[in-house]
């Protein structure tokens, strides 16, 4: 049965490139979790650290004390409070 929605709501615009940004104090499972949901824009993340932006895609996994920044093959473990996230980086530039 149809019902009509009620007046006040709410409209959220396609996200910009500025709502993929990560931020390196957030809890490496949250920027994981945040990486997977949001994959299926095709919009690469951005993570600043130590002078650059790194621009990263798919997360595979996360790890609470994993070492910073140590790459294996075409992935990066990108660093975050306490941990960080293997994820494919697409290229690093500064800021």
Known sequence: MRRPQPSGGSYYPTPSRADFTLESSW?????????????????????????????????VNWREKARP??????????????????AEKWYEEAP
């Open 27 to 59: 809890h490496p499972r949250r920027a994981f979790n945040f990486m997977r949901a949001t994959a299926e824009w095709g919009i690469p993340f951005s993570l600043e650290a130590e002078g650059k932006v790194y621009r990263l895609s798919d997360a």
């Open 69 to 86: 920044k140590h790459q294996e093959g075409g992935k990066i473990w990108a660093s975050f409070r306490g941990g960080g996230v293997l």
